[in-house]
């Protein structure tokens, strides 16, 4: 029996989709940028472009035009409602990769005190008003305790995204108050997410079977979250490692990842009646704590989100907004009852824990103003409401307008209680620290790259890496470049042939063994002990190392430079083969053509270290010597000692060499140098002040001498040091990496190992 084929859309239905989706999305974004320009959020003019073309408007001014673009079919608006579900989807992603729950950690008692109390006042006081209002609010008249439910956990809604936009706008977010403010709300709306699948689930089963049914739905919300943060973990950053190894930067790669693992998890959610936003929003969650998914794949799927998908959702969910229904009292009446619920609701519960939590008065009513805004989120719980039988229109009318209006309600309120917040001493040096890291150097480098066989200069080098990762969030690729078959040999078709079968016994870049292929079976051996060696001597955790193995191509140095393009912000490099010759060029032929032609900020760590211990014993640093000069590299070189120093407890020693025959050839001969021995006490205090600020013991010393490089070398045999970081700057042409003579001589004539920081060259 042939199976009968379902015939497609008409070409009607395709047209009505078309210009329903049309007029959605330019309304919802026009209408958006205009209230962006206005100071609100740009949610707000996305719902009011469904009142605008819903029957709140248009279907009053204009009822047949309404009726010809949205004909009342319940096919017809099903199909614009699958691609809303879609944008709804997404939403709650974005809302979990938002959700810190470090931040939450971090602020654990006034976040948990503001969330608990803003959560339970509301709730009952929504619930309690439910069993008020008359039955025309019900979509059942069997469903008054499910519909009492649904109402209190709608109140009980906060919605972050307008307090974050607020608290940015404002420029406070850093501060205690934002920190808490905002953890409390993702605390909150977390909470909130698991009561309305909870309600949900009560609302399919029906009153009679609330009981039995409310039981289940427990269980089975323990379930998913027991299993969601255990094994999901490692399945959200195994999938992020697997796509970031096998497709590099690619971001849509990311991005689609993302949005396969928020529909699986949504499928398994929805089938076990949790509602498909509840498994979305934990993806969101998890792969938000994943290093792989990196800030561009975030913000791509902002954009394709915020840009398309949520708007169509805003504007479809003010499609049903019929503001038509508030002419009737009774309806105007209960909806200013439940307004003035919500607001009193929140207010009241979130001022009472930030209270308890040892808070100001005035502390206290700024996060009431902030976690009252309900804004997008109310929007998704009403039109889950709706969905399944909870809400009727005028009661899905009268929570939308709630959300508005407290979203509209929320930034001056915010603004005026913020504003009576004095600051603290403690909290001005924390914003002040928090500022320099994210103007500083390290601030920004959040994936390094540090190529590897194992010699003893890049074991330091991943020691020194370690060391400045320990305090921060940064990503260390170890890379192994296999070497073995690099230059196929014979005509362009026979190579092209051997790299495509390489390829296929290639896995992330290693040779898998192909029945007696030995030396296959070896190579992949030793990049794997080389690779547990490096990882030793990072010392990191697991999260923030990444090991690959790459087979080179034409040569070594091309093959680092192909994955160093692929969005680092540091290379790091250990250098231990240098030239014997004075004039010869510093390094060895492939790590001075890296050099040269690297796309990132580079590290290059130099040492004379015995090669022969494999694993190296941890090298000890008690005592750094900074040369400076002022520059923008010598500052990043600062940040760098700075950052060793504080997870070695050293002594960072800070000099300043004047060049005394320099001077004279300025100034004439014997010229006082007070002039210059000033400027050089100004250069040094700049750095000790940002060391000092980093919690570092600093010393500092300036002085003249005829060869500055010579004096920096001895201080560093007189004192004893063991670490000597120096800023250093790629000269253009010439045909060598050339740091300059004083970076030169440093790294030829040093009794302990040097670190060169740079600039890209180009």
């Given at each position: 029996?042939?199976?009968?084929?379902?015939?497609?859309?008409?070409?009607?239905?395709?047209?009505?989709?078309?210009?329903?989706?049309?007029?959605?999305?330019?309304?919802?974004?026009?209408?958006?940028?205009?209230?962006?320009?206005?100071?609100?959020?740009?949610?707000?003019?996305?719902?009011?472009?469904?009142?605008?073309?819903?029957?709140?408007?248009?279907?009053?001014?204009?009822?047949?035009?309404?009726?010809?673009?949205?004909?009342?079919?319940?096919?017809?608006?099903?199909?614009?409602?699958?691609?809303?579900?879609?944008?709804?989807?997404?939403?709650?992603?974005?809302?979990?990769?938002?959700?810190?729950?470090?931040?939450?950690?971090?602020?654990?008692?006034?976040?948990?005190?503001?969330?608990?109390?803003?959560?339970?006042?509301?709730?009952?006081?929504?619930?309690?008003?439910?069993?008020?209002?008359?039955?025309?609010?019900?979509?059942?008249?069997?469903?008054?305790?499910?519909?009492?439910?649904?109402?209190?956990?709608?109140?009980?809604?906060?919605?972050?995204?307008?307090?974050?936009?607020?608290?940015?706008?404002?420029?406070?977010?850093?501060?205690?108050?934002?920190?808490?403010?905002?953890?409390?709300?993702?605390?909150?709306?977390?909470?909130?997410?698991?009561?309305?699948?909870?309600?949900?689930?009560?609302?399919?089963?029906?009153?009679?079977?609330?009981?039995?049914?409310?039981?289940?739905?427990?269980?089975?919300?323990?379930?998913?979250?027991?299993?969601?943060?255990?094994?999901?973990?490692?399945?959200?950053?195994?999938?992020?490692?697997?796509?970031?190894?096998?497709?590099?930067?690619?971001?849509?790669?990311?991005?689609?990842?993302?949005?396969?693992?928020?529909?699986?998890?949504?499928?398994?959610?929805?089938?076990?009646?949790?509602?498909?936003?509840?498994?979305?929003?934990?993806?969101?969650?998890?792969?938000?704590?994943?290093?792989?998914?990196?800030?561009?794949?975030?913000?791509?799927?902002?954009?394709?989100?915020?840009?398309?998908?949520?708007?169509?959702?805003?504007?479809?969910?003010?499609?049903?907004?019929?503001?038509?229904?508030?002419?009737?009292?009774?309806?105007l009446l209960g909806g200013v009852a439940i307004l003035g619920v919500a607001?009193?609701?929140?207010?009241?519960?979130?001022?009472?824990?930030?209270?308890?939590?040892?808070?100001?008065?005035?502390?206290?009513?700024?996060?009431?103003?902030?976690?009252?805004?309900?804004?997008?989120?109310?929007?998704?719980?009403?039109?889950?409401?709706?969905?399944?039988?909870?809400?009727?229109?005028?009661?899905?009318?009268?929570?939308?307008?709630?959300?508005?209006?407290?979203?509209?309600?929320?930034?001056?309120?915010?603004?005026?209680?913020?504003?009576?917040?004095?600051?603290?001493?403690?909290?001005?040096?924390?914003?002040?620290?928090?500022?320099?890291?994210?103007?500083?150097?390290?601030?920004?480098?959040?994936?390094?790259?540090?190529?590897?066989?194992?010699?003893?200069?890049?074991?330091?080098?991943?020691?020194?890496?370690?060391?400045?990762?320990?305090?921060?969030?940064?990503?260390?690729?170890?890379?192994?470049?296999?070497?073995?078959?690099?230059?196929?040999?014979?005509?362009?078709?026979?190579?092209?042939?051997?790299?495509?079968?390489?390829?296929?016994?290639?896995?992330?870049?290693?040779?898998?063994?192909?029945?007696?292929?030995?030396?296959?079976?070896?190579?992949?051996?030793?990049?794997?002990?080389?690779?547990?060696?490096?990882?030793?001597?990072?010392?990191?955790?697991?999260?923030?190392?990444?090991?690959?193995?790459?087979?080179?191509?034409?040569?070594?140095?091309?093959?680092?430079?192909?994955?160093?393009?692929?969005?680092?912000?540091?290379?790091?490099?250990?250098?231990?083969?240098?030239?014997?010759?004075?004039?010869?060029?510093?390094?060895?032929?492939?790590?001075?053509?890296?050099?040269?032609?690297?796309?990132?900020?580079?590290?290059?760590?130099?040492?004379?270290?015995?090669?022969?211990?494999?694993?190296?014993?941890?090298?000890?640093?008690?005592?750094?010597?900074?040369?400076?000069?002022?520059?923008?590299?010598?500052?990043?070189?600062?940040?760098?000692?700075?950052?060793?120093?504080?997870?070695?407890?050293?002594?960072?020693e800070i000099v300043h060499v004047v060049n005394r025959p320099q001077i004279?050839?300025?100034?004439?001969?014997?010229?006082?140098?007070?002039?210059?021995?000033?400027?050089?006490?100004?250069?040094?205090?700049?750095?000790?002040?940002?060391?000092?600020?980093?919690?570092?013991?600093?010393?500092?010393?300036?002085?003249?001498?005829?060869?500055?490089?010579?004096?920096?070398?001895?201080?560093?045999?007189?004192?004893?040091?063991?670490?000597?970081?120096?800023?250093?700057?790629?000269?253009?042409?010439?045909?060598?990496?050339?740091?300059?003579?004083?970076?030169?001589?440093?790294?030829?004539?040093?009794?302990?190992?040097?670190?060169?920081?740079?600039?890209?060259?180009?």
């Open positions: 029996m042939v199976s009968e084929v379902l015939p497609p859309l008409s070409e009607h239905q395709l047209l009505l989709l078309f210009a329903e989706l049309f007029l959605l999305l330019f309304t919802a974004r026009g209408l958006g940028e205009i209230a962006k320009r206005l100071s609100l959020p740009s949610v707000l003019g996305e719902l009011l472009a469904g009142i605008v073309i819903g029957p709140s408007l248009l279907g009053v001014l204009a009822p047949g035009v309404f009726t010809a673009i949205f004909p009342p079919e319940a096919s017809q608006y099903h199909l614009i409602e699958a691609v809303s579900w879609v944008g709804l989807l997404m939403l709650l992603v974005v809302t979990g990769l938002e959700t810190d729950l470090e931040l939450i950690i971090s602020r654990a008692k006034p976040a948990t005190y503001t969330a608990f109390t803003g959560i339970v006042i509301p709730f009952a006081m929504g619930f309690g008003l439910a069993y008020l209002l008359p039955g025309e609010f019900l979509a059942a008249d069997n469903q008054r305790f499910v519909f009492s439910l649904f109402l209190g956990t709608a109140l009980s809604i906060s919605a972050i995204p307008v307090i974050a936009k607020v608290l940015i706008d404002m420029d406070v977010i850093g501060r205690d108050i934002g920190q808490i403010t905002i953890a409390s709300g993702m605390l909150n709306d977390t909470i909130g997410w698991i009561l309305l699948a909870l309600v949900a689930s009560l609302a399919r089963a029906g009153s009679d079977q609330a009981l039995s049914t409310a039981g289940e739905t427990i269980l089975w919300l323990v379930i998913f979250l027991g299993v969601s943060f255990t094994l999901g973990r490692r399945l959200a950053e195994w999938s992020m490692r697997w796509v970031d190894t096998n497709f590099g930067s690619d971001d849509l790669a990311k991005t689609t990842a993302v949005m396969i693992l928020a529909l699986g998890v949504g499928t398994i959610t929805q089938y076990l009646g949790l509602e498909a936003v509840l498994g979305a929003f934990v993806v969101g969650v998890l792969v938000g704590q994943v290093r792989r998914f990196d800030q561009a794949a975030r913000h791509t799927f902002e954009v394709i989100t915020i840009g398309i998908f949520a708007p169509i959702f805003f504007a479809t969910a003010g499609l049903r907004v019929d503001l038509t229904a508030m002419a009737d009292p009774t309806v607001i009193a609701g929140k207010f009241i519960g979130t001022y009472v824990g930030a209270r308890a939590a040892g808070l100001s008065p005035w502390e206290g009513i700024a996060m009431g103003s902030g976690l009252n805004a309900r804004g997008a989120l109310e929007i998704i719980v009403a039109t889950i409401g709706l969905s399944v039988g909870i809400l009727t229109t005028t009661t899905y009318t009268i929570i939308v307008m709630v959300a508005i209006i407290t979203s509209l309600l929320a930034p001056p309120l915010l603004r005026a209680s913020l504003s009576r917040i004095e600051l603290s001493e403690e909290e001005a040096i924390r914003l002040e620290r928090k500022e320099l890291e994210r103007r500083s150097f390290l601030g920004d480098v959040i994936r390094v790259l540090l190529p590897t066989r194992c010699s003893t200069s890049s074991q330091l080098t991943a020691q020194l890496l370690g060391h400045i990762a320990r305090e921060r969030d940064i990503e260390v690729t170890s890379m192994y470049v296999d070497t073995a078959g690099t230059a196929p040999s014979g005509t362009s078709l026979i190579r092209r042939t051997k790299r495509a079968i390489a390829r296929l016994r290639t896995i992330d870049g290693r040779a898998q063994s192909d029945g007696g292929m030995l030396a296959a079976r070896n190579n992949r051996e030793s990049a794997e002990s080389c690779l547990e060696v490096i990882d030793s001597q990072l010392g990191l955790p697991q999260k923030y190392i990444r090991d690959i193995v790459r087979s080179a191509r034409l040569s070594t140095s091309e093959t680092v430079l192909a994955e160093a393009g692929e969005g680092y912000d540091l290379l790091a490099l250990g250098a231990s083969e240098q030239s014997v010759t004075e004039d010869g060029p510093l390094f060895s032929l492939a790590i001075d053509d890296l050099i040269r032609r690297t796309p990132c900020p580079m590290m290059v760590v130099v040492s004379d270290m015995d090669p022969r211990p494999r694993p190296l014993p941890e090298v000890p640093i008690r005592r750094i010597l900074l040369p400076t000069v002022g520059t923008q590299y010598s500052r990043r070189a600062a940040e760098i000692a700075f950052a060793i120093a504080t997870s070695c407890n050293a002594v960072v004279n050839e300025l100034y004439g001969r014997n010229v006082n140098l007070s002039k210059a021995i000033d400027l050089g006490e100004d250069i040094v205090a700049k750095e000790a002040d940002l060391g000092r600020k980093m919690d570092v013991d600093v010393m500092t010393e300036v002085s003249a001498g005829e060869k500055p490089e010579r004096n920096i070398v001895e201080r560093a045999m007189i004192d004893d040091v063991d670490l000597i970081v120096i800023g250093g700057e790629i000269r253009p042409a010439t045909r060598r990496a050339f740091f300059g003579h004083r970076v030169e001589h440093i790294v030829r004539n040093a009794h302990c190992p040097v670190a060169v920081i740079s600039s890209a060259s180009h």
